[in-house]
């Protein structure tokens, strides 16, 4: 990394507003702006207004990016034992959480979310995706066979894990330090190197986390960080960068099939976590009151921007009316308002382009013919925060199932409810998707729970539950919600190659 480019920001949020850029990228230790000065806007989706100017990356700043890590693995880092490793994945969960509240914060910022679920939910499991996969690679068996070889020796015969190499890390923005550290945190447990493309929507806890790194002593070039966007910017120039040896991805899946072409480039393995339309079917037995609150997390949450959520639910007949009412009462009750109100039940969309499409969603609804059942628009704010990107919790019914609506993934806080009469309508219909991420059944029948968990064609079933998971399980979609599987000894699988090492004794 040339040096004229290098402008060490070691608090680049206290600097926020001194700065020319207050989101700079992070190569090989530095806090850098792009080599051609650009930069673009970050803004508040609560209010409009500026946070701080992102630099925008390029070919020069990947390629930057690419030559660090691949030095990197070459350095002090590819020379570390797992307990070395491990002991510094320790140090940054720690860090993490000593500047949690500077975590929280520009979390906060970028995504308008309420303070009470991302100091519950995205921080913690921030910092605890490098103690879980710290704790995971430490404690992983190793496959050794003595065997007989033919002229009648002894070999010993062994699995080694080695690191992929440089893994480029492409996040989404609705669960950033989450669902980022999710990735960086096995990468790096397993002795690669990474290279993170934040969401242009969120550039703010990637950043920070450079200097977490430096300070643990997480070598330079270790961890990298591009901003930028997707087609003919960051995203795409680091996907198809010839020095990455392997693509993490999570967002869209139309990204993911762009994303899928550049990595055929070299052959580079791909780890695909993407879109749902996820049904949640509550059956007449169901423990009725759980299952509206857990409909209503399911599809309300973080202002419906959850790929988890579920925005197709079937209700068996018998309680069909009840229910919508019951849930009707859910989303009137949820408060739109700033973070810092304990009061507020629900933020802003991450944008108002967002918006613009769950909007769009909201009338082709109206078009098709729904009931809308509640909201339907946006919601009256104070004059203050005009600007936002507010928009109402909303419910339907009385859509044919081929609506616009029903099939496509709409990512905002809002449902379609519609009414069954057998297990089998509910399972066809939860399986008529190009989705199949998850799906949430209510029911106090245990036969019928195991029955459906095996025929809903998704990665993830949660029974009488939503969002639920022991960190050491697989997680990971089927259908067009994802490629392989990660969490616990999964990602292993993603983030090391397994080297066949046989040894002749005698
Ligand atoms: P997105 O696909 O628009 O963007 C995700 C990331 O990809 C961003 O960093 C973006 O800049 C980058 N990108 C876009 N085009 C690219 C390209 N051609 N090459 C390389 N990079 C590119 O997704 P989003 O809008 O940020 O996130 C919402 C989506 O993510 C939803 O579809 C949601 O279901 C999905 N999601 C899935 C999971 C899961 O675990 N399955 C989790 C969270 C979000």
New binding site residues.
């Given amino acids: 990394m040339a040096n004229d480019l290098s402008t060490r920001l070691p608090q680049a949020f206290s600097a926020r507003g001194d700065a020319a850029v207050q989101f700079p990228h992070f190569i090989n230790g530095f806090f850098v702006a792009s080599r051609d000065g650009r930069t673009f806007e970050n803004r508040s989706p609560v209010d409009g207004s500026l946070i701080g100017k992102v630099a925008e990356g390029g070919q020069p700043e990947v390629d930057a990016a690419v030559a660090a890590a691949r030095a990197a693995l070459e350095g002090p880092w590819g020379k570390l034992t797992v307990v070395q490793r491990v002991d510094l994945l320790y140090a940054v969960a720690d860090e993490i959480n000593r500047r949690f509240d500077d975590f929280l914060s520009a979390e906060v910022a970028d995504t308008g979310k309420p303070v009470s679920l991302a100091s519950h939910l995205d921080i913690p499991r921030g910092a605890a995706n490098f103690k879980i996969f710290a704790d995971i690679i430490r404690n992983v068996p190793a496959e050794t066979f003595e065997m007989n070889t033919p002229d009648g020796g002894t070999a010993l015969n062994y699995a080694l894990r080695v690191p992929r190499g440089v893994v480029a890390v492409?996040?989404?923005?609705?669960?950033p330090l989450l669902?980022m550290t999710w990735k960086v945190g096995p990468a790096l447990a397993c002795g690669n190197t990474v290279i993170v493309?934040?969401?242009?929507?969120?550039p703010g806890t990637a950043t920070l986390l450079g200097e977490v790194m430096n300070k643990v002593g997480i070598p330079p070039g270790v961890y990298n960080v591009v901003h930028?966007?997707?087609?003919?910017?960051?995203?795409?120039f680091?996907?198809?960068h010839p020095g990455i040896n392997a693509i993490t991805?999570?967002?869209?899946?139309?990204?993911?099939s762009?994303?899928m072409k550049?990595a055929s480039n070299g052959l580079r393995p791909v780890s695909?976590?993407?879109?749902?339309k996820n049904a949640g079917i509550v059956f007449a037995d169901a423990d009725f009151d759980a299952a509206v609150d857990g409909i209503a997390r399911a599809a309300f949450s973080n202002c419906g921007?959850?790929?988890?959520?579920t925005e197709r639910v079937y209700v068996e007949r018998p309680i069909f009316e009840r229910f919508v009412t019951a849930l009707k009462a859910k989303a009137e009750a949820m408060k739109p308002g700033i973070p810092q109100d304990k009061e507020t039940g629900i933020g802003p969309l991450?944008s108002l382009e967002?918006r613009s499409k769950v909007l769009s969603y909201y009338e082709k609804a109206r078009a098709e013919g729904a009931t809308v059942v509640t909201g339907g628009g946006v919601p009256e704010m104070p004059a203050a925060l005009s600007n936002g990107s507010w928009v109402q919790p909303t419910i339907w019914t009385g859509l044919p199932e081929t609506s616009a609506v029903i099939r496509e993934?709409i990512?905002g806080p809002c449902c379609h409810i519609a009414p069954f009469d057998t297990e089998d309508e509910a399972v066809a219909r939860a399986n008529d998707t190009q989705y199949g991420?998850c799906t949430t059944v209510w029911t106090t029948n245990l036969s019928r729970a195991h029955r459906l968990a095996k025929r809903i064609e998704v990665?993830l079933c949660w029974i009488n539950s939503w969002f639920l998971r022991d960190l050491r399980t697989p997680?990971?979609?089927s259908k067009q919600?994802?490629i392989g599987r990660e969490g616990g000894v999964h990602s292993l699988e993603f983030y090391t190659d397994l080297r066949n090492v046989c040894v002749k004794l005698y």
């Fill in positions: 492409v996040s989404p923005w609705n669960l669902l493309k934040p969401s242009e929507e969120t930028g966007f997707g087609p003919d910017s960051a995203g795409e680091l996907t198809s991805f999570t967002g869209e899946t139309r990204t993911g762009a994303i550049a695909f976590e993407l879109g749902g921007q959850v790929c988890l959520g991450i967002h993934e990512f991420l990665g997680f990971g979609g919600s994802g």
